[in-house]
């Protein structure tokens, strides 16, 4: 392919930024044929050294070295124009040290020896500075070095590589169904991820790793001129640890929903428009749909909704950074504090069995070491109901009694410090086998409910609002239409002992999340969060509907 | 570097101009120094510091446009960017809603925006406010987590049509959230300044440290409408959504137009003129106020001027794009930056004082739309939430969640207090009748 043919859309191509208000990456404006190029491993290496020396030199027991190439690409279109295409890169070097049992951090864009080391040795600076009202010394879980290893996610069509005029020919078909079903207005976006990451640390290791990301996603809105109502319906896509091959639609990916509610759900691979027409029919609906009358209703939840539930009430609540209190001021502390663990007491019902992991092919989390060097892996957190363990990085282990890092340290950038993160938190589908129309056959009143809306969490992770995208009643065993104005209040404990039932792994899918935030100064990293559907008995529904003048 | 002069500025900026061979080019120096501390169980946990100027190019042949960064300032690397921003642009697709650039304009001068202080912050100085807030808590036995950012900096801007910008800019935003050791109770404070001279770290940490020690073994009330009275930082938050910015988030005419919004008038058109607020709530932006001082010009150039939002609970204004202010016909007015919402002169204990029965809520969190129909929003309080019965703070009581429109809110308004600055913004305490809570929270 020549340069003109990737860039140009038949006369569409990059840089336009007419809107400033559209969200914008990390890193400078490029021209997209950069994101073919890449930098060699032994420069990387011989720069990495170059800052480790340094290091050692000024004093640091331990360093590590993060060069880090990010490259970000987003398509951006509303109805049947092309509002923007932004092609970024940020190139850097984040280096990391102890010295005097302190942590110093120092982030330089001269990506050379000379920078490597200058960065090195201001880490080390800032660590001594900081040392000197320090009261307890940085204490490391052990970490062999793995040698010069490589990874690479397991893509089979890097979307850097797919021309932009595909990509704006797929947004505007999209956007063309999405007028065709009835849609107002659509707004449909691709942004696509490459972090080409190369860790090295005084251990010895040297890692080199290739990770991909993409997220196709659009907003459908009817607006009804005449009442005055208008409605919206967000894509059931995911975000997904995969290359372009997410937007080749095959059969086997779709997950029907239950008889009678008009839901698909998508596996590893998505059908935007078909989603983009059955979005604007139930923007649609939705204006004239049943109204909740709130009280306790058995929900049945599909995975794309459920993710967020995970996210937010187990995935969150079990960041060992959160428990101690280290995120006190912005994300909050968490309720599953070590003593509360201690007592025993069910997290969930028996059905509720969370893994942890940055293994899963195609998630969001999968890596094959973290940005501490450490081998990713699987571990438990919720076995049978009851809490196990915690997510947790190499200066946390020693806290629990533990001398192993789960391997789920993560910086959204080469200028930013790397620290605890949210692996991949799933919860593992339901044994027997069981189908969606065989769960909503149990139940008697209930409300299914698909895609994720709006959520809400106090800073301990007790007590949670959430909303969805579509909702159906549940009468007597079969979907009796439409509703809207749902939304469930929960406590978190109550919530995961009320989980009655899960679906089997014929219906198990990720939901994720391309930017959850953490930290201060914040920043966003991206997980996936697995399960099949499940039902939930006995859930506080209430009515959203306000009258305002 | 990071703080050029305006002459250095313009300068540089001159010379990309000169390397441009497009028929519209607009060349944005951003420089700023800066640096952050965070600290958590009453030790600094990481820091870290910024010092770039960075160099935006947008250069447009006819309708369409592109755009380059850099920032090195050498001539061939101002050459290549220029070089950069126009082979995009020449490749680019032509902007159904491109608007050509702007010509010379004339800004407010708003020398308060920026304060020496702020630029003269050394890691030090960094190290010693955050180590007199941690040595406050050591002596009380309670435990904190807190955040210190600043900045200083300046943003110039030249364009081919004649436009000239310069303003330099400096702020500075600590908050910090106090525990108690047996984790019952919970305080916060927070603020915002663009002069670090009148920042004092221990003074904000004995308020959250109050608030903590205050809020041990709250009680619980049972969830239902109450009188609050929600303190500036429960109604503008400087990192997360809230509902005043929520409601000025609204503003925007295109939206309003669209029938995708609160704004919207069932049959078409929107509800600017109508009055949709008690009238005592009146909000308008003024980038020279000396509190809260801020830049004069908007990222597209248009000047910021003081412009009134609400007045007497009636909308006046609505922002909008320069693109959709012509297709509408309707006055080009860009989004403001920071805000006021005026007020009395009554504190926050003044309201304390007049309220028989009622809420006072610190902070409130967690903020997220439900209904963009009603501008509905859901969160939860936060860090110090009290029962105030005959005048007086009775007891703390546990957190709630709410569900609550701002629009519902300001026509529930029972009275207005003394603005402070929160995030940028003046913001009064307000007290509210039948402000909505839905149900308890366990968190502290």
Same mark, same amino acid.
Not at chain 1, 46 to 66: C, E, I, P, Q
Not at chain 1, 308 to 314: C, G, N, Q, R
Not at chain 1, 384 to 395: M, P, S
């Given at each position: ?66 060069? @880090? ?34 942590? @110093? ?122 009442? /005055? ?9 995911? !975000? ?105 007491? !069910? ?129 007597? /065993? ?70 305002? /003048? | ?10 300068? %540089? ?28 169980? $009453? ?91 941690? #040595? ?128 919207? #008038?069932?049959?078409?058109? $929107? ?20 509190? %809260? ?46 805000? %006021? ?46 029962? %105030? ?9 546990? $957190? ?11 026509? $529930? ?32």
């Amino acid at each position: 392919m020549n340069r003109r043919d990737f860039v140009g859309v038949t006369g569409l191509a990059a840089g336009a930024l007419w809107l400033p208000s559209l969200p914008s990456f990390g890193g400078n404006p490029v021209d997209p044929a950069r994101f073919l190029e890449g930098v060699d491993v032994a420069v990387k290496k011989r720069l990495s050294d170059a800052a480790l020396n340094a290091a050692k030199s000024a004093g640091a027991t331990y360093a590590d070295v993060r060069i @880090g190439r990010y490259l970000n690409q987003g398509v951006f279109t509303r109805e049947k124009q092309v509002q923007n295409i932004v092609n970024s890169e940020s190139y850097g070097a984040g280096v990391r040290v102890i010295a005097n049992g302190t942590w @110093g951090f120092a982030a330089t864009n001269q990506v050379t020896e000379a920078g490597m080391a200058k960065a090195a040795q201001l880490a080390v600076q800032i660590a001594k500075a900081n040392s000197k009202v320090q009261k307890e010394q940085v204490k490391l879980a052990p970490q062999k070095g793995y040698g010069e290893v490589s990874w690479k996610a397991p893509i089979k069509q890097n979307a850097f590589e797919v021309p932009i005029k595909d990509k704006v020919d797929l947004l505007l078909a999209t956007n063309a169904k999405a007028l065709e079903n009835g849609a107002s207005f659509v707004n449909s976006v691709l942004f696509q991820v490459n972090e080409q990451k190369y860790f090295a640390s005084t251990d010895g290791s040297y890692i080199d790793q290739d990770i991909h990301r993409i997220y196709p996603t659009f907003g459908v809105t009817v607006v009804d001129r005449a009442s /005055g109502k208008f409605r919206s319906r967000q894509a059931l896509s995911s !975000p997904m640890g995969m290359g372009y091959e997410y937007l080749t639609p095959k059969a086997e990916d779709k997950v029907a929903g239950p008889q009678g509610s008009d839901v698909v759900g998508y596996k590893y691979s998505y059908d935007m428009l078909e989603d983009a027409a059955r979005a604007a029919r139930q923007a649609k609906e939705k204006i004239t749909a049943k109204s909740v009358t709130p009280g306790k209703y058995d929900l049945v939840l599909d995975p794309h909704h459920l993710g967020l539930t995970i996210h937010e009430s187990v995935g969150h609540p079990l960041e060992l950074d959160r428990v101690l209190g280290y995120e006190a001021n912005y994300a909050g502390t968490s309720f599953a504090t070590l003593e509360w663990k201690a007592k025993g007491q !069910p997290y969930g019902s028996k059905h509720v069995n969370i893994v942890a992991d940055k293994l899963q092919p195609g998630s969001l989390g999968a890596v094959g070491y973290d940005d501490e060097g450490v081998k990713t892996k699987e571990w438990m957190l919720i076995d049978q109901g009851k809490l196990v363990d915690y997510e947790k990085i190499r200066d946390q282990a020693h806290i629990v009694g533990q001398n192993e890092s789960d391997g789920c340290c993560y910086s959204q950038s080469w200028q930013d410090v790397q620290f605890q993160r949210m692996p991949n938190v799933s919860l593992r589908p339901g044994k027997e086998k069981l189908s969606v129309d065989q769960m909503i056959a149990g139940v008697d009143k209930g409300i299914y409910i698909a895609g994720n809306g709006s959520f809400s969490i106090d800073q301990q992770r007790y007590n949670s609002q959430f909303g969805g995208q579509v909702f159906y009643a549940i009468e007597k /065993g079969k979907i009796a239409g439409m509703l809207e104005d749902v939304a469930y209040q929960t406590n978190t404990l109550e919530f995961w002992n009320s989980c009655a039932a899960v679906c089997d792994q014929s219906d198990y899918r990720f939901a994720g999340f391309f930017n959850d935030g953490k930290g201060q100064p914040s920043q966003s990293s991206a997980v996936s969060h697995g399960s099949s559907t499940t039902r939930f008995n006995g859930v506080n529904v209430i009515n959203t509907a306000r009258k305002i /003048g | 570097m990071a703080i050029l002069s305006q002459t250095e500025a313009q300068a %540089i900026l001159k010379k990309v101009l000169s390397f441009s061979k497009a028929d519209e080019c607009e060349a944005t120096l951003n420089g700023q120094t800066g640096g952050n501390v965070r600290s958590a169980r $009453n030790a600094i946990s990481t820091s870290g510091g910024i010092d770039n100027v960075a160099l935006t190019v947008e250069s447009r042949f006819g309708k369409r446009s592109g755009v380059a960064t850099c920032n090195q300032f050498d001539d061939a690397t101002l050459r290549n960017c220029v070089q950069r921003a126009e082979e995009i642009a020449r490749l680019a697709p032509e902007s159904p809603e491109y608007m050509p650039l702007l010509g010379p304009q004339k800004y407010l001068a708003s020398p308060q925006s920026f304060a020496k202080a702020t630029a003269d912050i050394t890691p030090d100085y960094r190290a010693t406010q955050v180590g007199a807030s941690m #040595k406050l808590c050591d002596e009380k036995k309670l435990t904190s987590a807190a955040f210190l950012n600043d900045s200083a900096g300046f943003v110039a801007k030249r364009n081919s049509k004649g436009l000239e910008a310069y303003q330099q800019v400096s702020g500075l935003e600590f908050s910090i959230t106090v525990r108690t050791p047996d984790g019952t109770g919970s305080g916060y404070a927070t603020a915002d300044y663009n002069d670090a001279s009148k920042f004092d770290a221990r003074r904000l940490t004995q308020i959250a440290a109050d608030k903590a020690a205050g809020s041990r073994n709250a009680q619980a009330l049972e969830p239902g409408k109450y009188t609050v009275i929600l303190e500036p930082a429960a109604l503008v938050a400087n990192t997360d959504a809230s509902l005043l910015a929520a409601l000025m988030g609204a503003l925007d005419a295109r939206n309003a137009d669209e029938g995708r919004s609160f704004l919207s #008038k069932k049959g078409g058109g $929107n509800r600017k003129g109508e009055k949709l607020f008690d009238e005592r709530v009146t909000i308008y932006s003024d980038p020279t106020h000396p509190e %809260i001082a801020d830049l004069t010009f908007s990222g597209d150039g248009r000047p910021q001027q003081k412009m009134t939002w609400i007045e007497k609970g009636v909308v006046k204004n609505l922002y909008t794009s320069r693109y959709w202010a012509q297709k509408a016909g309707i006055p080009d007015i860009p989004r403001p930056g920071g805000w %006021i919402m005026e007020g009395g002169t009554q504190s926050t204990a003044d309201l304390i004082k007049g309220t028989q029965r009622g809420i006072l809520v610190t902070r409130l969190w967690y903020i997220r739309p439900v209904d963009p129909q009603t501008l509905l929003y859901t969160g939860l309080t936060r860090d110090g939430t009290f029962y %105030i019965e005959n005048g007086k703070i009775k007891h703390p009581v546990k $957190n709630f969640r709410f569900n609550e429109s701002p629009i519902i809110m300001l026509n $529930n308004l029972e009275a207005i207090g003394k603005p402070v600055r929160v995030g940028g913004n003046l913001v009064p305490p307000l007290k509210i009748r039948d402000f909505t809570f839905t149900s308890l929270s366990d968190a502290v």
